[in-house]
């Protein structure tokens, strides 16, 4: 009797474990931020500085990123940077000398932003070997992510919104259980310079099934003006994609060619139209445009940047 007790009571438990797994929520807590990249749009800045510590008025560019990831439930940042950008380590490390002296000042409140992340969250700096492309800069977070979901955040990509981009792809990537790529449109004269999503359906406003990616396509070939756009959500099954996905457009491991195995192999991914502002700060013009776009949303400095502009606007220089 009480063996067949033990014996139900076994199979209960069993059976309540299963049903959780089923109907279990995926939790993502880690997120990928490729860093190892040369930044050469942005020569000769990023000679020797790297592009993800260029200033958005205060803060490097690469916080803001952390930032919104922190805003969307992410405690871990697998950070892929090579040796010659200890910089980003730096920054995400206390610096006991500067606090001993801001401290004695009473000024330790400048750097509390960052000093509250590095208390919050954990940061693990994952060299890549050499530049072999994005999808292989992400390869290289295969141990570090496990088999969870995660968050990808191109740290050249400032998402400027109400509601923080990734955390708008976690929730379709909740509510469909799928991986999700965020999208924006982009002007069709410019397809040519992103990976761009062949849609095969509208499931609901703003989220569509893929039938396909393509990388960089021709102008006459782009299926649609749907661009990737520095957000994903992926399933770790991107890690056996990847480790079989060909060098790609630019003899580079194309993480787009990774999704699109990925894909052929039976994981489900949806295209998100993120709500959100997005600036390139890779490049000279987007980072100029984020620093004007932070800078007018700005308590202090909002309204003197405003009145500069429009006084700007306003002028005529005679040559
Ligand atoms: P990009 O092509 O935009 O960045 O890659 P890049 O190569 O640094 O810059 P340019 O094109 O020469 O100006 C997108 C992201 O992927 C990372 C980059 O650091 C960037 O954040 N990346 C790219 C890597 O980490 N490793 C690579 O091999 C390539």
Known sequence: MEHKRKVVYTLVLLLTLSLQAMGNHMKITKAVVPAAGLGTRFLPYTKAIPKEMLPILEKPSIQLIVEEGIASGITEFDIIANADKPELEHHFSHNERLETILEDKGKLDLIESINTIIDTVQFNFIPQPEPLGLGHAVLQAKNAIG?????????????????????????????????????????????????????????????????????????????????????????????????????????????????????????????YVMKTNRYDVGTPLGWIQANIEVAMHHPKFGPVVKELCEKLLRYSYKL
């Open 147 to 271: 088999d969870e979901y995660f968050g990808i955040f191109l740290p050249d990509e400032i998402m400027i919104g109400d509601v923080p981009a990734l955390a708008q792809l976690i929730a379709v990537a909740e509510k469909y259980n799928a991986s999700v790529i965020g999208v924006l449109e982009v002007p069709h004269e410019k397809v040519s310079s992103y990976g761009i999503v062949a849609i095969k359906e509208e499931l609901e406003d703003g989220v569509f099934e893929i039938d396909h990616l393509v990388e960089k396509p021709k102008l006459d070939q782009a299926p649609s003006n749907y661009a990737l756009a520095g957000r994903y959500v992926l399933s770790p099954r991107i890690f056996a994609s990847l480790e079989n996905t060909k060098p790609g457009a630019g003899n580079e491991i194309q993480l787009t060619d990774g999704i699109s195995n990925m894909m052929h192999n039976g994981e489900r991914v949806i295209a």
